[in-house]
């Protein structure tokens, strides 16, 4: 008992009143009380019960092609991606029980970093646990109090955790507006510590930023430069390097932040960077200091399929061809897309409110697809949308497939 309070002074809230700590959440709670209590499933609690492939799984007992993962380059059943981590359980077990610091660096630790370092051609990586890590490691070790982060207001959720961690003042600006971008920089005090952030790919709406201008505005007003490549590593540019790559300015960026849970199929996080001073951030990042590091399996089959990404144009070929089939074929359907051309491999479906997105989503599962049902305050401008992520392992009669199921649901529900 706390001194100086006694039993009877305890103050006693009643629950959905101002002391309970879930009441914030009450309005959510209603909205998925009222769809669920239509009988609908639960568009945000599938269970796969079994993966058949990169591109199909059974979901309540029947197959369904997946169009709702970041397995852009299929290669989560790759068989060297697999035989490498079988081999790395059968070497050195389960798990390293350590962070990097301490007992926690195995070799296969440095082959994946050095994998990185090969695939981006730089001089330094570090990898964490989740990509969601290495935004919140990285940004709030660089940008500190007194310092200022200039970023798009549609960064991912981790960009802003990072910042709020740091404790640096930041900055947003509208999304993509080059222009809004500049006039905050030339506002920032001098001297002070600038970080700008920028996503290659946004994940929502599936569109590239303008790096070759934003960047260079950045460098002009003394900035350094932080880009996260999740959505665009693997895919996007000549060797797979992400946006930044595919825009000429790779050489420009100073942090580049990317995840192993999209393109290289796994788990993890990671940051490579050329700056001369970068390796003191393994003593100093305390997400990377204090988390116990990747399981050797994980990271054995991080540096198998990086390494093999490096060699990946073919598929990343079909995978464009995938994007612009469907990008065409659900705009002459009559949906509403995210970005008016294909930017990259997620090509999103506006809906006009939540209600009829649960149902589409819904309708598009019974037809045996999946998708994302994507809700604010995740998605910009408070929008409901069904994000499609495809995959190089998609055939071109899958695409056709899941354009045919997209014209059933449509009609079913109303959406076209």
Avoid at 32 to 45: I, K, T, Y
Avoid at 158 to 180: M, Q, T, Y
Avoid at 264 to 293: D, Q, W
Wanted: with cysteine; aromatic share 6%; proline share 4%.
């Amino acid at each position: 008992m706390s001194e100086g309070i006694d039993e009877v002074d305890r103050p006693v809230m009643p629950t959905g009143e101002k002391g309970d700590l879930f009441s914030k959440f009450d309005g959510l709670i209603e909205q998925r009380r009222a769809l669920l209590s239509a009988g609908m499933e639960d568009p945000f609690g599938l269970v796969m019960q079994r993966v058949l492939s990169p591109t199909v799984a059974v979901c309540n007992g029947r197959e369904t092609i997946l169009l709702g993962t970041y397995n852009y380059m299929g290669m989560t059943f790759d068989p060297d991606v697999i035989a490498a981590g079988k081999e790395a359980l059968d070497d050195f077990g389960a798990g390293t029980t350590g962070s990097r610091v301490l007992n926690g660096t195995y070799a296969g630790h440095k082959a994946v970093e050095q994998a990185l370092k090969d695939f981006y051609a730089m001089d330094h990586a570090m990898v964490f646990a989740t990509g969601y890590q290495a935004n919140l490691g990285i940004i709030s070790t660089i940008a500190g109090k007194g310092d200022y982060i200039v970023l798009d207001i549609d960064s991912h959720a981790s960009i802003w955790d990072g910042c709020k961690l740091g404790d640096a003042e930041v900055v947003p600006f509208r999304h993509n507006d080059i222009e809004a971008m500049e006039k905050r920089l030339k506002r920032i005090p001098e001297g002070a510590g600038k970080l700008v952030i920028l996503e290659g790919v946004y994940s929502m709406l599936g569109d590239i930023a303008p790096l070759t201008e934003m960047i260079a505005i950045a460098k002009a007003n003394g900035a350094m430069v932080l880009v996260d490549e999740a959505h665009s590593m693997g895919f996007i540019g000549p060797n797979g390097r992400g946006v930044a790559e595919d825009q000429g300015v790779l050489d420009q960026v100073d942090f580049v932040i990317g995840t192993f849970s999209k393109s290289v199929g796994t788990v993890g996080g990671f940051c490579v960077s050329n700056h001369p001073k970068f390796e003191i951030m393994r003593l100093v990042c305390r997400p990377y200091v204090f988390t116990a590091s990747l399981p050797p399996s994980v990271v054995a089959t991080a540096a198998t399929s990086i390494r093999k990404l490096m060699h990946g144009s073919n598929k990343r070929a079909h995978l464009w061809e995938n994007s612009r089939t469907l990008h065409k074929g659900l705009r002459e359907m009559g949906f509403k897309l995210g970005t008016e051309t294909p930017q990259s491999a997620i090509i999103s479906v506006i809906m006009p409110d939540l209600e009829r997105g649960a149902a589409m989503w819904e309708a598009l599962l019974h037809e045996g697809l999946y998708v994302n049902l994507a809700r604010p305050p995740a998605t910009p401008a408070g929008m409901t949308l069904l994000r499609c992520s495809l995959c190089a392992e998609h055939t071109a009669e899958q695409v056709q497939t899941i354009l045919g199921m997209f014209q059933c649901a449509g009609a079913k529900v109303g959406a076209i």
